[in-house]
């Protein structure tokens, strides 16, 4: 029998992120952006991957002294792990930085995942910060494929 492969679509309004459609922009103003990006695979027994990245505008950069936080949660869905910190985040630069975790799902389906994400940020010409607090909503279809 071969091998169930799951993707993770993930969904924004009526425009889907297929494994290969790279990332969807999900929350944005005129000091940051949050894309998203599932371009993993996976199998009830491999899990996927969950990307979410926050890139800032011009003239504004990722206060790294600020609270960073993302927690994930998701009727029929687990994320591994489901709050990521400070620590826990990824390819950081001074225009923004990453957020993965691994994407587990036991049956196809749509879920809604919750994200809380906290993140600081600084305007670079009156030397102004702020930290924000974003609460978003992520659609996600799982798919089995033979």
Known sequence: ???RVLFAVLA???????ADDGPRLVDADDRYRVTLDARSPASPDAPGE???RIDTAEH?????????RL?????????APAELGH???QNRHDGGFEFATALHAER?????????????????????????HAQ?????????RE
């Open 60 to 68: 504004w950069h990722v206060a790294e002294e600020a609270p960073a």
């Open 136 to 144: 978003l909503e992520l659609p996600i279809d799982v798919r089995f």
């Open 71 to 79: 927690v994930l949660s998701a009727g029929g869905l687990e994320f």
């Open 1 to 3: 029998m071969a091998a």
């Open 50 to 52: 969950l990307r979410l």
């Open 87 to 89: 620590d826990d985040v």
């Open 108 to 132: 196809e389906g749509r879920s809604i995942a919750h994200a809380e994400l906290t993140f600081g940020v600084c305007e670079e010409q009156i030397l102004m910060c702020e930290v924000v």
């Open 12 to 18: 924004l309004g009526l425009a889907a992120c297929g």
